[in-house]
């Protein structure tokens, strides 16, 4: 969001009191501006939600993956549902989306944290996590594949940092087996929600927070599997809690956050500082002693960051030109 974009062609039309007024903005511009600042802040918050899932998930490692899932999309339902009875607008108003965009929205959200959950419990959390954030880079790949874009010189150089960067981190393990099904298993969390971000450019349409519906439809599904596939969970009180966290937070609470900051803030800058949520969550894993830091997983994540930003620059400026 711009509050003043001036060249030189406008300059030169302007008259006096319209360059004296611009000179000494007025107390509402003032304001404005403040709120949008505020709002941009508020939105940038929401990266740092993001970040604490994987430090949290590694916290709830014995709850089979299809449970946690269903307590932790339950809490960000009822949370969600929370919000909009606050802003006193019907809870079923999320449920206003044709079958296809719920559809969608429920297969991105399931398979990708599915297999994200499965990838921290086979590798590092931190390398995993890198790995699964390649998923800005294959959004690029499956445009370009899609002829939706034509990616530059500098898109395709971007790519190959990032992807190259996730080698560096995967390079080590390339030994064991287990390990490298660890990482495909990542590769896949990001692959699934790729294509849920490219379905859901075309699918358009829906309240913003449909994404709320899918958690609904999401808990009966992973609860079903629970029974059918995983072994009876016994959770302690605390990995219930932090199940629920997770809900409320990186999967539901964030998404609100980041919502109001990319709708009321500064939404460009906002999207250049998400692609540091990797590097956020390692620094976090780092923290709390759940990963060790070693010269992989550094050079690794800035080649990925660095990919990211490179794609999303020239992705950009392409539709801004065109």
């Given at each position: 969001?711009?509050?003043l ?8 039309g ?65 949370f969600?549902?929370?919000l ?64 939706w ?9 971007g ?39 490219l ?19 999401a ?94 620059h ?9």
């Amino acid at each position: 969001m711009s509050f003043l974009t001036l060249d030189a062609e406008g300059l030169s039309g302007a008259s006096a009191s319209e360059l004296a007024f611009l000179r000494t903005p007025s107390p509402s511009r003032w304001r404005r501006a403040l709120a949008g600042a505020g709002a941009t802040v508020i939105g940038s918050t929401a990266v740092i939600v993001w970040a604490l899932w994987p430090a949290m998930a590694v916290r709830t490692a014995h709850v089979p993956p299809f449970a946690l899932l269903a307590v932790a999309y339950g809490s960000a339902f009822v949370f969600l549902v929370g919000l909009r009875c606050a802003r006193r607008q019907t809870a079923f108003g999320m449920f206003r989306a044709s079958w296809r965009i719920h559809l969608i929205t429920l297969l991105g959200i399931l398979i990708s944290n599915v297999l994200y959950l499965f990838a921290l419990r086979t590798v590092p959390a931190a390398n995993a996590n890198i790995v699964s954030y390649t998923w800005p880079l294959m959004i690029v790949v499956g445009g370009a594949l899609l002829r939706w874009v034509e990616p530059n010189g500098r898109q395709w150089f971007g790519l190959l940092i990032g992807f190259g960067g996730a080698m560096v981190v995967i390079g080590p393990a390339w030994h064991g087996d287990i390990a490298i099904s660890g990482y495909l298993l990542a590769l896949g969390s990001g692959l699934a929600w790729a294509v849920y971000s490219l379905a859901r450019m075309r699918l358009v349409g829906g309240p913003p927070d449909v994404f709320a519906a899918a958690c609904a439809f999401a808990v009966p599904c992973c609860v079903g599997l629970h029974l059918l596939l995983e072994p009876a969970a016994d959770p302690t009180w605390r990995e219930y809690l932090i199940a629920a966290l997770i809900g409320g937070g990186p999967v539901g609470g964030a998404n609100v956050l980041w919502d109001y900051g990319i709708t009321r803030g500064d939404a460009k800058a906002l999207a250049v500082f998400a692609y540091a949520t990797p590097v956020f969550a390692s620094f976090f894993l780092i923290l709390t002693g759940d990963a060790v830091l070693t010269f992989p997983m550094v050079v690794g994540a800035g080649m990925v960051v660095v990919g990211a930003l490179l794609g999303r620059h020239a992705t950009t400026k392409q539709k801004e030109v065109g």
